[in-house]
């Protein structure tokens, strides 16, 4: 906030829970003009919003789910200067004439959150956080950078892109005290049933699970009702005033226990879980700390508890290739458009072709097609629709497509595969220090703190060191107890 206050770049690594939102509020009140704050979810903003607002600072968003109508009273509002904290995507500063208004308004701080999107090497890279640095180049206010994870290689990274200037750096440290972490080994989805039954029926208190996909979210909550134990569902195929419902309901504690996708989670400020469950571990430690995180935050004691099989690296190495495809996949799709439709042209292509030359299944295009657009490869104008029988041999129509098309164009420039060579190895690096947090016979608490640069020597508990390696639930039980 001193940083901010003076008209100086900084870096703030802050665990969560740790303040991070505070950073920008307070100055946001004290500077004039615009306090501009770049979040990455339509969800998070709107929370952040609304917490903003409940400490009378005025605050608004502008996203894709407000109408055209919405959007220009907030930006009238801007320009007015009735709004001190405006929370928009990376997205939007590309929308055309969205800079221009900026620089009408005298934006006084720029606030990156969730910073970590803007490395490569981070664990929700989004390529126009990657882009952020224009900005700075445009707009003269100081930049504050926000992160609950971020390695010391992600937090250089930070630095580079945003090309902070003297920063001021505080990365506070990642050790949470009153949590305890474990990790049980339990191969194959009854094992996994299992284990979650006898710990959600040990705890009393506010549980969260997470399940990798919506299948085994909807299984768990099945399973747990028949035993008797309410819980409630909290996934993207969910109606959202489902959601809304259930994650209302889980804060105001009527329910105790929900079963969720990673999509839960961003702006729930709950402070008593005390048990945070994973079915899997995510993909990455970073991602692993900051949904585990959430448990504990009233400085109570409380577990964090994932179950490990085998499968459960051969799943995440099937994400890992249908988010950042190998090398040789999109070489060879390249290839294949080149010759369907040319260098430098722009064609109909049947997606059958594309997924046959991927090798992958149709539900797995959208990340093979982002992909492509981000290493230069294709720009895509228009997903159509199937063609029918009745259109066939119609004048202009292509009797072979007959499925799924796609409206694209195939880049004449050489692609650079450095950049997809570079997100590959960060994705299979991720998935190599989950293995080893999972299956260290050292100290879990140390290995994982290891992890982000935090050299904490003293375990508050974890199940290699509580009381000498004993099992979860005796460990649990002296945790409660000290």
């Known amino acids: 906030m001193g940083a901010a206050l003076e008209g100086r770049d900084a870096l703030g690594v802050l665990p969560t829970g740790g303040g991070k939102s505070l950073c920008y509020q307070v100055p946001a009140l004290a500077l004039p003009g615009l306090t501009l704050v770049l979040s990455p979810l339509i969800s998070l903003m709107e929370d952040q919003t609304q917490r903003a607002r409940r400490a009378s600072i005025p605050a608004a968003y ?22 001190k904290l405006l929370f928009v995507a990376p997205e939007r500063l590309e929308t055309p004439g969205f800079m221009d208004m900026l620089s009408a308004a005298r934006v006084s701080l720029i606030a990156v959150d969730e910073a ?35 390695t010391p290689r992600v937090r250089q990274d930070i630095l580079t892109v945003l090309s902070l200037k003297r920063p001021l750096r505080i990365v506070g440290s990642f050790d949470r005290p009153n949590l ?21 029926r040990a705890e009393p208190g506010a549980v969260l699970i997470y399940g990798g996909t919506r299948r085994v979210v ?16 909290y996934h993207a195929g969910l109606e959202p005033e489902v959601r809304s419902r259930v994650q209302e309901q889980f804060l105001s504690g009527k329910i105790r226990k929900v079963v969720a996708t990673n999509a839960f989670g961003m702006g729930v400020d709950k402070s008593d879980v005390r048990l945070v469950l994973h079915y899997q ?67 109909v292509v049947d997606v059958r072709l594309l997924l046959r030359a991927a090798g992958c299944m149709e539900e797995e295009l959208p990340a093979l097609l982002a992909a492509l657009e981000r290493h230069g490869v294709i720009r895509v104008y228009h997903r159509l629709g199937r063609a029918n029988s009745s259109q066939q041999g119609k004048e202009g129509a292509d009797p072979g497509l007959v499925g799924p098309t796609l409206d694209l164009g195939v880049r004449s420039s050489r692609p650079d595969w450095s950049g997809a060579q570079r997100l590959r190895e960060a994705g299979a690096e991720g998935l190599r220090a989950v293995r080893d947090y999972a299956t260290t016979a050292a100290c879990r608490r140390r290995a994982l703190l290891s992890y982000f640069g935090d050299e904490s020597t003293i375990c508050g508990g974890c199940d290699v060191c509580g009381d000498g390696g004993v099992d979860i639930a005796s460990s649990v039980e002296a945790l409660h107890h000290r």
């Open 62 to 83: 502008i996203t894709s789910a407000l109408s055209s109508r919405e959007r220009r009273t907030v930006l009238n509002d801007v320009l007015g200067g009735g709004i």
């Open 116 to 150: 970590h999107c803007i490395s490569e090497w981070g664990h929700d890279f989004r390529p126009s956080y990657r882009r952020l640095g224009v900005l700075r180049r445009k707009l003269t206010a100081p930049v504050m950078a926000l992160t609950a994870t971020a």
């Open 180 to 200: 305890g972490w474990y990790v049980e080994r339990a191969d194959g989805h009854s094992a996994k049933m299992s284990a979650i039954r006898r710990l959600v």
């Open 218 to 233: 909807e299984t768990i909550r099945s399973d747990l009702a028949r035993l008797g134990t309410p819980t409630a569902a």
């Open 281 to 347: 571990m995510p993909g990455t430690l970073e991602s692993y700390y900051q949904e585990a995180g959430r448990a504990g935050r009233d400085g109570a004691p409380a577990r964090c508890v994932s179950l490990w099989g085998e499968d459960d690296q051969r799943l995440h190495m099937a994400f890992l290739d249908s988010s950042r495809p190998p090398l040789r996949v999109l070489k060879r799709v390249t290839r294949s458009l080149r010759r369907t439709i040319g260098a430098g042209e722009r064609g």
